[in-house]
């Protein structure tokens, strides 16, 4: 953007003058904001032209020191031109350092970012979890791909971040990255953060997000049917492998428990609740919400059954659960084999917790929401929106209710 400016050279008087010849000053203002520095020259005050800005006369002295102006006039304009050709902000202060060959280093986006990584990592375990290291080093690492992709640069100075760096960032993540719409959103939500800790500290003066808008699509959740439970549950396996995982995604169809939950479950996790039976009492790695689960009977069949499992004693865990990807891996295999035409993941077992399991059996959306460790009872919510079957129950004791 081609930024207008003015240059003005004056006299400066020093305190207490008296006579003499007075030091020729020069300031620049850009946006009705002023920087000035000294021309190091001098001239007697009557022989100064206020109004042009120049000194008065035709001897060789003034044409010199004229001309000497015009000179620096000229650099000023050469590097108003410069910074303007490289996208560099306009202002009276870089200007004038650009004038003096002292540019200052701006604060670079992927040096900011490697630094709040940085930062989380050293706090994994404590105020954060791993998944959301990963998490974050995805997101530098799509940033930085897009820098190359777009500027052919490793690096950018965070000044130029503007509003159509955020929109190309976005087109990026969805066009070559081949990302959904809330993936590329929650890429540039991470982003955002990047964004919030420069204008907190001061490097940044105006958000590149002022008008950018961005929205999560509600996403249909996979959860499981009361009739395709029992078909797992019910289904022999051959394969003590599958088994096995099947038990671990039971226990968490009727726990709500995520993965990570499972995986890190111990013995100490589960105490006796205030109606005397067993409950797991266990915040939730993911938002550090506590969660209180009263435990059902098929839960507690599955916690019982591998109570001497080698893996469960040696790790001193509830179940013997393998990694995610395994678990996906089998679960899929379970889908097929019990004839179930779903997208089966191990997060489709939280899902199926609050819809088959609790919603439609009647349990407060409050209490589940509770035992499901959300932070806002609209997340909850979700799941009741895609509760068709439920509204067709509910519905059904309507007509029954009005026949009388």
């Given at each position: 953007m081609n930024i207008n400016f003015s240059i003005l050279f004056y006299l400066k008087k020093p305190k207490n003058y008296l006579s003499g010849p007075?030091?020729?000053?020069?300031?620049?203002?850009?946006?009705?904001?002023?920087?000035?520095?000294?021309?190091?020259r001098a001239i007697e005050p009557n022989k100064w032209n206020s109004a042009a800005g120049r000194a008065l006369g035709t001897k060789e002295a003034v044409r010199s020191l004229n001309a000497y102006l015009e000179n620096l006039q000229g650099k000023l304009y050469e590097a108003h031109r410069q910074l303007v050709n490289v996208g560099d902000p306009?202002?009276?202060?870089?200007?004038?350092?650009?004038?003096?060959?002292?540019?200052?280093?701006g604060k670079m986006l992927v040096g900011i970012f490697k630094e709040h990584n940085k930062r989380i990592e050293d706090l994994v375990g404590d105020?954060?979890?791993?998944?959301?290291?990963?998490?974050?080093?995805?997101?530098?690492?799509?940033?930085?791909?897009?820098?190359?992709?777009?500027?052919?640069?490793?690096?950018?100075?965070?000044?130029?971040?503007?509003?159509?760096?955020?929109?190309?960032y976005e087109h990026y993540l969805r066009s070559v990255r081949k990302c959904s719409n809330n993936t590329a959103v929650k890429y540039i939500k991470n982003f955002g953060k990047i964004i919030r800790i420069?204008?907190?500290?001061?490097?940044?003066?105006?958000?590149?997000?002022?008008?950018?808008?961005?929205?999560?699509?509600?996403?249909?959740?996979?959860?499981?049917?009361?009739?395709?439970?029992?078909?797992?549950?019910?289904?022999?396996?051959s394969s003590e492998r599958?088994?096995?995982?099947r038990d671990i995604f039971l226990f968490s169809c009727f726990t709500g428990l995520a993965y990570v939950d499972v995986q890190k479950l111990r013995y100490t996790d589960i105490q006796k609740g205030v109606d005397g039976e067993q409950w797991v009492y266990k915040n939730r790695q993911k938002t550090d919400i506590p969660s209180r689960i009263?435990?059902?009977?098929?839960?507690?069949?599955?916690?019982?059954?591998?109570?001497?499992?080698?893996?469960?004693?040696?790790?001193?865990?509830v179940l013997p659960v393998p990694s995610n990807q395994k678990l996906n891996a089998y679960l899929k295999e379970i889908a097929d084999l019990c004839g179930i035409n779903k997208q089966l993941t191990f997060h489709a077992a939280r899902h199926t917790f609050a819809t088959t399991i609790t919603l439609l059996n009647g349990?407060?959306?409050e209490s589940v929401s509770k035992?499901?460790?959300?932070?806002?009872?609209?997340?909850?919510?979700?799941?009741?929106?895609?509760?068709?079957?439920?509204?067709?129950?509910?519905?059904?004791?309507?007509?029954?209710?009005?026949?009388l």
């Open positions: 007075v030091p020729v000053y020069l300031r620049v203002t850009v946006a009705g904001k002023r920087a000035e520095l000294t021309t190091g306009v202002t009276a202060e870089s200007l004038k350092n650009k004038f003096l060959g002292k540019e200052k280093k105020e954060f979890s791993a998944s959301t290291l990963e998490r974050y080093t995805t997101s530098l690492k799509h940033t930085q791909e897009f820098l190359a992709w777009k500027f052919g640069v490793n690096d950018i100075d965070i000044q130029k971040i503007d509003h159509a760096f955020i929109t190309d420069c204008l907190a500290n001061g490097w940044l003066s105006s958000s590149p997000f002022l008008n950018y808008k961005s929205r999560i699509r509600t996403v249909e959740r996979v959860f499981l049917s009361e009739e395709e439970l029992q078909r797992i549950a019910e289904k022999e396996f599958l088994s096995q995982v009263p435990l059902l009977p098929t839960a507690l069949r599955i916690i019982n059954k591998y109570k001497q499992h080698p893996q469960c004693i040696h790790e001193g865990r349990v407060p959306m035992m499901l460790g959300h932070t806002n009872l609209r997340t909850t919510q979700h799941y009741a929106k895609i509760l068709d079957v439920k509204v067709g129950e509910d519905m059904q004791k309507l007509r029954e209710r009005l026949k």
